[in-house]
């Protein structure tokens, strides 16, 4: 079955798995210990370091290994954020960062400090000028993303980071997501990443700190890891994540150019063979194996089961929040359509025969989920009808069926008239405007109801 979801964990790299097995029998000792054994995982180590430090573009020394890239991103922001406290206590992020950094910013404002969210266009791309502008005097530390996990749009790392620069602060990169395809743009105080994005074992984090950048760990001090990883080191999958970044780094344009091909099919096919798509993202700065799409009329969990069943493994919004019942945080924040999203993320190796695959089985799967759900059929609304203003109440119903009942009795109204939807499922908030722009029709606003939202839609043709 393809497996098209490398952006959550990408499959173990070849090289990994032999680096893995050899470290098992080499490097199990405590690489603090000064007899034989212990300087041989001591060797293998450094080596694991220094290959990851230049992947990243920094000292050996700069460089931690933690248990996994959230906790890089926990003890990054924390530690930063004690080191500059006499500067101040806020904090600036994007509005579409990893729930990773999202998580530790409502962590330091229930402590007491200020959080500044910037937000993004509808491609996902925060502007350099609004994130200067949110920088202040009392700015600890900043956050920005070099690509979005879920849509795949690159962020203008370097713009940011001479903004911060001028600014006097420190920028935390978070390239878990990028780091495999390529050197983050330099001026990045701290990085981080994780291994399991590039094809290396789970477990494996990373954390770069520039000399000079004030930075004080917090927690129990531990003589590991210069004080900011403690516990004992997974040194065989440290020594894996370090082997299969180098290889993955060295055929990375290749594979780069040969998987955005692919995705580039992807993106301008299935508008063509599925009605009423939305492709989101930016369409030429994002990461070359990544796409996103969203389909009217469809439950996106729904639409991830049916195309399991067909025989792909895709994901649906957000890793870190399809569990829940809200949209995903960054297409919230993007304003684009939510319900029946799909994150295609192809792993090394994809072939083009799955992808045309994938095209072929698509289009069947998204009308069988339209049909059970009794989505319409036709773009076009039926004739108009005489009454001026229609109620459609849809409380207690998931999305997309706010929808699917809003195109049912548009045509009920008159061009001009008015169709109130009552909803309490907050993804309408996002599908209803997206399903105006989609039909031409005009998004009056929303307004608080008794119980839920009321949202008003006004039609155009």
Not at 115 to 143: I, N, S
Not at 201 to 211: H, I
């Amino acid at each position: 079955m393809p497996y098209f979801d490398a952006a959550s964990a990408a499959p173990l790299h070849p090289v990994a798995r032999q680096a893995l097995l050899a470290a098992l029998d080499e490097g199990w000792a405590d690489p603090a210990r000064l007899y034989r054994e212990g300087r041989r995982a001591r060797l293998l180590l450094d080596a694991a370091r220094e290959a990851a430090a230049e992947a990243v573009g920094c000292r050996p020394d700069e460089l931690v290994f933690t248990p996994s890239g959230t906790r890089a991103l926990h003890d990054g922001i924390a530690g930063a954020l004690a080191g500059r406290r006499r500067v101040g206590r806020h904090l600036v992020v994007s509005a579409v960062e990893h729930s990773a950094v999202l998580h530790s910013a409502e962590a330091l404002q229930a402590a007491g400090g200020s959080v500044t969210e910037v937000p993004v266009d509808r491609t996902g791309r925060v502007g350099p000028g609004a994130f200067a502008a949110a920088l202040r005097p009392d700015t600890a530390l900043a956050a920005l993303q070099s690509a979005n996990h879920e849509v795949g749009t690159e962020q203008p790392v370097a713009e940011v980071a001479g903004a911060c620069r001028e600014a006097d602060v420190p920028l935390l990169v978070d390239a878990a997501q990028s780091l495999g395809w390529g050197p983050v743009p330099g001026g990045w105080s701290l990085l981080t990443a994780s291994a399991h994005k590039w094809g290396g074992p789970s477990g494996v984090g990373l954390l770069a700190v520039r000399k000079g950048v004030r930075f004080a760990a917090q927690g129990p001090a531990d003589e590991r890891e210069s004080g900011r990883a403690p516990g004992f080191p997974a040194l065989p999958a440290i020594v894996a994540a370090a082997a299969s970044l180098r290889a993955v780094r060295q055929e990375a344009t290749a594979e780069g150019a040969r998987l955005r091909a692919l995705v580039e099919r992807v993106r301008s096919r299935v508008p063509e063979l599925v009605p009423d798509v939305e492709v989101v993202g930016d369409p030429v700065r994002r990461l070359p194996h990544l796409v996103t799409f969203s389909c009217l009329y469809v439950d996106g969990e729904t639409l991830l089961h049916a195309l399991e069943r067909a025989g792909f493994s895709v994901s649906s919004g957000s890793s870190c929040t399809s569990s829940t019942l809200k949209p995903s945080h960054v297409l919230r924040a993007m304003g684009v359509l939510s319900e029946g999203n799909v994150r295609v993320s192809l792993p090394w190796g994809t072939t083009e025969a799955d992808v045309e695959r994938f095209l072929e089985v698509l289009p069947g799967t998204v009308r069988a989920v339209r049909e059970q759900l009794g989505a319409p059929t036709g773009a076009a609304p039926a004739p108009a009808g005489t009454a001026p203003e229609l109620v459609v109440d849809s409380l207690g119903k998931r999305c997309p069926i706010p929808v699917i009942e809003l195109a049912k009795v548009i045509g009920d109204v008159p061009v001009g008239g008015l169709v109130t939807v009552l909803s309490d499922d907050e993804a309408a908030r996002l599908d209803i405007p997206a399903w105006c722009g989609m039909r031409g029709q005009e998004y009056v606003g929303e307004r608080p109801a008794e119980r839920g939202t009321a949202y008003r839609v006004r039609r155009l043709s």
